[in-house]
């Protein structure tokens, strides 16, 4: 399946808004609902993420045909990774472990907004390499 790339940064830039507030406000549940968001991109497909939804019906009908589309491979798997790091930070802030909370939503917020600020998605990278990785793969 083929994606506007524009798409993720969309919700790479909502995400790190979240992830930030989560930072700031020491907010488990409110980390807890971006790993459900995270767990629909990457468990059913980003057509599936709230997020993707809000980019589909408010942003993209507003610009012009993107240039290129991209394998929506990558992007649903950093969303796999994205949920393992908002759900290491869940059970921190939860559990009482804030320690733990801040630096999973640390690095989950560095990632998001890598991509939002630049285009460069670390959890994509990660998934190419994977695949590279395995030989007769790609």
């Known amino acids: 399946m083929q994606i506007d790339p524009r798409g993720p940064r969309f919700a790479a830039a909502l995400t ?3 992830l930030a507030i989560v930072l700031t406000t020491g ?3 409110l980390l807890a ?3 459900l968001v995270f767990a629909l991109g990457a468990l059913l497909g980003l057509r599936a993420s709230p ?3 809000l980019y589909r019906v408010l942003v993209r009908p507003r ?3 993107p240039a290129e589309l991209e394998d929506a491979r990558p992007p649903r798997f950093a969303q796999g990774v994205g949920l393992v790091f908002a759900l290491i930070g869940s059970a921190g802030y939860l559990s009482g472990l ?3 909370g801040l630096a999973a939503t640390a690095c989950a917020l ?3 907004f890598l991509n939002a600020a630049f285009g ?4 994509c990278e990660f998934y190419l390499l994977v695949r590279r990785g395995v030989p007769g793969r790609l």
């Not at 460069?120 to 959890?123: K, T, V």
Request: hydrophobic letters at 55%.
């Open 63 to 65: 610009l012009a045909l």
């Open 51 to 53: 997020y993707g939804w």
């Open 27 to 29: 907010s488990g549940p």
């Open 110 to 112: 560095a990632a998001a």
């Open 120 to 123: 460069y998605c670390l959890g």
């Open 33 to 35: 609902a971006q790993a």
């Open 98 to 100: 804030t320690w733990l």
């Open 16 to 18: 790190s808004l979240v």
